[in-house]
């Protein structure tokens, strides 16, 4: 069983496009986050959600959005996509960041 | 200043050799500290937490450092499977919830 499972591995789109990456848990864990990992590997954290509650919201465009139908479930939607969100996005969850986090296999998202 | 700094390296050991790293982070109020390992095209993997009386696994050692506010990852008797990307971890100070990584450094194991 995946511990946490994020859908598609690949997404290629062009500019201006609407796109959805799912991301899934069956750890139990209680918060789960969105990261960034652009072409110089630098990982960064866009979103985190604790019991459907967004508790963390860095300086991301709001053409970011995400949504979490349960807390098993975190969801991210992309409005009019741009060059530069070309990225490996990294769904990830946890329990606290006392141990650390678990992460999904990444979505390697290109928009041409 | 970025939240965690690390070497980016590469660094380049043949097999059997020990190597360090180092990393360094801003926030004197951070209390978890992390290594990760992240191979090529892959996701970040849990290596191990780093704790402040520091703690080994096998050939792995971490140390921490609070008053220098830095962290340190030693591998004993290099393996060609540890080849990979490292990563320095620490929860920041906007919440709870808030992992920073360092841009990590990468290890190259040579036959």
């Known amino acids: 069983d995946t511990a946490v499972s994020q859908t598609p591995k690949y997404l290629v789109t062009q500019m201006g496009n609407d796109k959805s990456i799912k991301c899934e848990q069956n750890l139990g864990h209680d918060t789960m986050y969105w990261y960034k990992q652009d072409s110089k590997k630098f990982l960064k954290i866009m979103f985190s959600?604790?019991?459907?509650?967004?508790?963390i919201n860095e300086t991301v465009p709001n053409r970011f959005s995400p949504k979490s139908p349960d807390k098993a479930h975190l969801n991210l939607h992309i409005n009019s996509l741009e060059l530069g969100d070309s990225a490996v996005y990294f769904c990830?969850?946890?329990?606290?960041?006392?141990?650390?986090?678990?992460f999904g296999s990444g979505t390697r998202l290109t928009v041409v | 200043r970025k939240e965690v700094e690390q070497d980016p390296g590469p660094f380049n050991v043949p097999e059997g050799a020990t190597v360090a790293f180092n990393c360094t982070y801003s926030?004197?109020?951070?209390?978890?500290f992390f290594w990760y390992r992240q191979d090529c095209r892959k996701e970040p993997k849990l290596l191990m937490s780093?704790?402040?009386s520091g703690n080994e696994d096998g050939r792995f050692t971490a140390q921490l450092n609070r008053a220098s506010q830095y962290i340190s990852l030693l591998i004993r008797d290099s393996k060609l499977s540890d080849s990979a990307t490292y990563l320095c971890?620490?929860?920041?100070?906007?919440?709870?919830?808030?992992?920073?990584f360092g841009t990590g450094t990468r290890l190259t194991v040579i036959p």
């Open positions: 990830a969850s946890s329990f606290s960041t006392l141990q650390g986090y678990t």
């Open positions: 959600y604790n019991n459907k509650e967004l508790i």
């Open positions: 926030n004197s109020a951070s209390q978890s």
């Open positions: 971890v620490v929860n920041g100070h906007r919440g709870a919830n808030n992992l920073f």
């Open positions: 780093v704790y402040s």
